[in-house]
C-alpha cells in the first residue's frame, strides 16, 4: 500500500525567507504526486503536480517541487515567502488507476513570522 | 467557472441522527470522491464514482456510511445512526478523468464539518 510522510507537524518560516517542505511516499511504481494547499475554512486547492518528465515542477503561487526518486521525495520550495503562505500543506500520492483515491499525508502547517 | 460545491458547510448532529451531505461536481466531470478528514489530519479516502456507478467504497469506516450518485452528477454521503467519531470534514472531489491509468487532477470543494454532539 502507498504512504505518504510528512516529517515535519509545524514550520515558522519569517516573512521573506525561503521554504521548503518536506514530502516522502512509499510506492512501487512511478508514483503521481500533488501539493494541496488548505486554508482555514477552505477546501484543498492544488499547488502542483508531478506525473512524468521535467522532474521539478511549477506551481501557482511561485511554489516548485522537485521529485527525487533515488530519496522517494517530492519536496515543495518556494524561495520568498509572503504572510499570505500561512496555511495547512498536503503532500499526496497517487496510483494511476482510473478508481484513484489520492493517499494524503498529516500535513505541515506553516506559520509566517513578520 | 463554478468549482465543486457542498452542502451544508456546517452540520451539527444528535448521536444516533441520520445526516445527508450533499456534492456538487464540476460539470462534466466523470469521477467523483468522497474523503474524510479527522481534526488535525489529512483527507483519507472513502469511497469512488465514475458516473454513477460507485467503483471503489474500500475507504468507508461501517455499515452506517452510504454513498450515491444515481445520475452522475450530484451525489450524496449518508450516515445512518452518527456516532461521535464521526465528527470530520467531509471533503469531495471531482475530476474529469482523462485516460485510464492516469492519476487525474482533482478539485476539492469546501467541504462539510460534521460534529456529532
Known amino acids: 500500500a502507498q504512504s505518504v510522510t510528512q516529517p515535519d507537524i509545524h514550520i515558522t518560516v519569517s516573512e521573506g525567507a525561503s521554504l521548503e517542505l518536506r514530502c516522502n511516499y512509499s510506492y512501487g511504481a512511478t508514483p503521481y504526486l500533488f501539493w494541496y494547499v488548505q486554508s482555514p475554512g477552505q477546501g484543498l486547492q492544488l499547488l502542483l503536480k508531478?506525473?512524468?518528465?521535467?522532474?521539478l515542477v511549477q506551481g501557482i503561487k511561485g511554489f516548485e517541487a522537485e521529485f527525487k526518486r533515488s530519496q522517494s521525495s517530492f519536496n515543495l520550495r518556494k524561495p520568498s515567502v509572503h504572510w499570505s503562505d500561512a496555511a495547512e500543506y498536503f503532500c499526496?500520492?497517487?496510483?494511476?488507476?482510473?478508481?484513484?483515491?489520492?493517499?494524503f499525508g498529516k500535513g505541515t502547517h506553516l506559520i509566517i513570522q513578520p | 467557472g463554478a468549482g465543486v460545491s457542498q452542502s451544508p458547510r456546517y452540520k451539527v448532529a444528535k448521536r444516533g441522527q441520520d445526516v445527508a451531505l450533499r456534492c456538487d461536481p464540476i460539470?462534466?466531470?466523470?469521477?467523483l470522491f468522497w474523503y474524510q478528514q479527522a481534526l488535525g489530519q489529512g483527507p483519507e479516502f472513502l469511497t469512488y464514482?465514475?458516473?454513477?456507478?460507485?467503483?471503489?467504497k474500500s475507504g468507508l469506516p461501517s455499515d452506517r456510511f452510504f454513498a450515491e450518485r444515481p445520475e452522475g452528477s450530484v451525489s450524496t454521503l449518508k450516515i445512518q445512526r452518527t456516532q461521535q467519531e464521526d465528527s470530520a470534514v467531509y471533503l469531495c472531489a471531482s475530476s474529469l478523468d482523462l485516460a485510464s491509468g492516469v492519476t487525474d487532477t482533482q478539485y476539492f470543494g469546501p467541504g462539510t464539518r460534521l460534529t456529532v454532539l
Open positions: 499526496a500520492v497517487g496510483e494511476g488507476g482510473g478508481a484513484d483515491g489520492l493517499t
Open positions: 464514482f465514475q458516473n454513477e456507478a460507485q467503483l471503489d
Open positions: 508531478y506525473f512524468s518528465g521535467d522532474t
Open positions: 460539470s462534466g466531470h466523470v469521477s
